[in-house]
């Protein structure tokens, strides 16, 4: 039973690998006849079914304006196919982009397009595997944005894009495929909850950190893996719930996030935690470097560009080959 | 209080109001021209129906058990409405209703589409029981109010909403919006419909229409022809080649008439399978091409005798035509007539006999005056047309014509010459007959049409149903069948005069007001001749003109396929037009750097003006000209304030004009 589902829907996939494009490609790409198809949809079938029972009914009895009628509806359908055509000939997708996400988030996927000629363009959907958004050409100019939704880190394959249009009848619909070979990182979900940065990592500077007389930075909430004595007990009183101080970090104090020093975890945990300390280390505005085996030492630096070398890093680092 | 049964079970995918909006007004305005069609009281019944279940369904979702109910209740209508007899208006009628409850579940997009389709089926149900202008124009406009639902069904189904436009500009927009794309089609539609192989002869019968409209029956009684007098829609058409009748010749000849029992007067179908009777022409031959409307009975209408039977029907031996099948579509026949010098002048006894019987027991007051004629008037040729001349002068001087008559009693005859002394046709051609029988006169009532009404726009005479008429004919010794009209006796300007006979009278504002009917006939006839009576053997003639005389079947496909090709290819122009670069000058540029491409110097997109013109400079040291078309080319684009038109196009006429020297290479 399964299997004769699926032969369908396999054959379906191999036609759909003979549609242009073929392989990935740069982009812009334009739109043009050699890689637009048009198919009638379900109800174009039905209306194709509806036109011939009139039209042998017509001729049967040689009824002229009952076959004027049914040829004049033929004749408006085939325009409609071809103007289905038009909507998306001359259009070009001028680039996509997307700031990456940690896995498990949707990534919000923009694809940008334009038209050379200024014909209206209606009804155009943009549509990434499951998921779909309009597409609205205004001046010539657009962008569709597309939910992805994300689950590994590393590149996302996000296949072919579908731009179509089922515009003017419903009668047909009119796509092309767009295949862009930019790539589309995606980040290591970061660990849910974990212990606190590994200040110092072996350097001596654990002592300098907590020396009294160091300014109160601010207080913020109490998370798991902070320690008892960084408790603001009287705040905490006040506010009802469990302050811990942050201090102003001293110059020279980077924080090392190092793959040796979660050797305990399993390969996949080990990129979540660290990840997780890199945006801790961000968030707390610290200079922070990343050590992974094989590769360079980043850092210590910090800011957006350095957070993404390290998170690009960690995404990009290889599939676990044992266990 | 009603509870919000399955108001819970909400469609996700629910139809907005506008969508259903628009349906149900494409689904009324499909229906309508089938609506007039039906019988009156079924129409109404129908067309109220719709309008409830449209007015209930825009409220509430009906629960499943009711609409089942509604349906049936429905089809029971309809059913009961029409005997239950099936055919092509039960078809119809039965169509209508499922139109008028399909509205009750309106609740998705497929929904929606399917109404819209089964819609589009109304105006050609229509155009199977009707083809007059009415209902053309009627089936057109419903079906570009459906395609323009449809349109907006893609419309609002998309993701994208649409800008919002004032309601009466946006359905105003989205017809012309059809319209347009219609129009596109239109070529191709014309193509197909002129050339798309016919049948000669159908796969399934014609179902015949339950409901006859009034033509010419076979029969004739009293009040019979009420009706059919006070029609004036068309009944034929009539175009002469060489010589015309006069007008007291317009006799169209119908069904003959010889059996009578009293009441009625019947054909005697028996003589229809004997061979015409013989006849000997005197005077002209009129050829002429008859056209007949569509009448769903199967008795022809010929001018006089015709001396030959049209195609597909037979000549009976009284030479009244019967079609093999009945003319349900409009029909052309190309025909030679006469008026006889000589017709059936040998009477078979059996006919004879036929032609002089009369029923026992009616009519006694008329069969003794008859008796008593014939007795003054004695034997012969000349006692016989002595009692006709008698007759025709009793007529005139003591009758009226009148359409206002009582039904009659037993003796019909009799009350009618002795009582009421006035009538119409059916009562004189009646009376005269079974008079003439009673006094040993062979005679027979003949039906048809008298006279007829010349268009001078387009030269031919027309002929409407309100023209019926009954008239006699008698049998002389030497002599045979002589036509009579007694009504003509009464009132001959009833018969002969038409319209075109009072217009001339009427002033010039009348004058103008014929004219403009007469364009109007004459467009008609144009649409029965170009579209309506289009079939396989006109198709077979269409290059007539050309001095092709009948295309062959691979030769219609051939050109079928030529000129469908042709309308896709302008399909095709006219839809790419868009692709065009709108400004001339950009045009006229681009086609200035295609030039180049074939050089091998074409310019970059990314590649301004004259950095292109400097590399082509380089590579061709000569290319002057470039140059400076180049930098009039960058000021006209680029400059601050606008160039002049003119200018702009002195710009684009060197453009067009400079082509680049090959040989230099």
Known sequence: ?323 | MRKPARAAVVDPRSLPVTARAWCLAASFACQLPLLLQLPGWLGLAVGALAAVVAAIAWKRRLPAPLRAAVALAAVGLVLAGSGFSLGRDTGCALLAAMLAIKPVELFSWRDARSLLGFALFAPFATFLLDQGPLSLLLGLAGALVALAALWRLAELDAAVPTNPLPPVHAVGRRLWLVGRLALVGLPLALAAFWLFPRMASPMWGVPERAIAKPGLSGEMGPGDWLDLMGDDSPALRARFFGPVPERMQLYWRGPVLTDYDGRRWSRAEWTQGLPPAEVRVGGPVWDYELELEPTDRRFGVTLDLPLAEPDGTRLGHDHSTTSWRPLSSLRRWRLQSAAPAAYETELRPMLRTMALRLPAGFNPRTIALARQWRAEAGHGVAADEAVVQRFNDWVRSDFAYTLATNLPGRHAVDEFLFDEQEGFCEHYAGAFVVFMRAAGIPARVVTGYVGGYYNRFGDYWLVRREDAHAWAEVWYEGRGWVRADPTAAVAPERIYDTIANLSDDGGAGLRGLADMWDVGDWMRRGWNDFVLGFDATRQRQLLQPLGIRDLEMHQLIVLFAALAGLALAWMLWLVARGERERDPVLRAWHALGARYARLGLAPAPHEPARDWSARVLAARPQDTTLATLSARFSDWRYAAHPANPAAARTLILDLHRYRPAETSR
Request: with cysteine.
């Open chain 1, 1 to 323: 039973m399964a299997a004769t589902v699926r032969a369908p829907a396999r054959m379906f996939q191999r036609l759909q690998q003979l549609a242009r494009p073929r392989a990935p490609e740069p982009l812009p790409a334009r739109l043009d006849r050699r890689r637009i198809y048009v198919l009638p949809t379900a109800f174009g079938l039905f209306f194709f079914v509806l036109l011939l029972t009139m039209g042998v009914g017509a001729l049967n009895y040689n009824n002229n304006p009952a076959l004027l009628l049914c040829l004049l509806l033929a004749g408006t359908a085939l325009a409609s196919l071809l103007h289905a055509h038009l909507q998306l000939s001359g259009l070009a997708v001028q680039a996509i982009d997307a700031e990456p996400v940690p896995a498990g988030h949707p990534l919000a996927l923009r694809v940008h397009a334009r038209a050379d000629v200024a014909r209206p363009r209606r009804g155009l959907e943009v549509r990434a595997g499951d998921t779909s958004a309009a597409l609205h050409l205004d001046d010539g100019a657009g962008e569709a944005v597309l939910e992805l939704p994300t689950a590994q880190r590393g590149w996302l394959d996000i296949g072919r894009l579908r731009i179509s249009t089922t515009r003017p009848l419903g009668l047909a619909r009119a796509w092309s495929w767009v295949w862009p070979d930019t790539p589309l990182l995606v980040y290591p979900a970061p660990e849910a909850h974990g212990p606190p940065l590994p200040e110092g990592a072996g350097d001596n500077v654990q002592a300098r950190l907590h020396a009294a007389g160091d300014d109160v930075h601010h207080l913020r909430n109490w998370r798991r893996g902070d320690s008892r004595r960084a408790i603001a007990w009287k705040p905490s009183a006040r506010r009802d719930q469990l302050l811990v101080r942050e201090y102003e970090q001293p110059q020279g104090a980077d924080v090392v996030i190092d793959w040796r020093g979660t050797a305990e975890l399993p390969y996949e945990a080990r990129i979540r935690r660290l990840a997780r300390w890199v945006d801790e280390a961000e968030r707390d505005q610290r200079r922070y470097v990343l050590r992974l085996p094989g590769q360079p030492a980043l850092g210590p630096a910090r800011g957006a560009l350095h957070r993404h070398a390290c998170l690009r890093a960690l995404a990009l680092l290889p599939e676990a080959t044992h266990g």
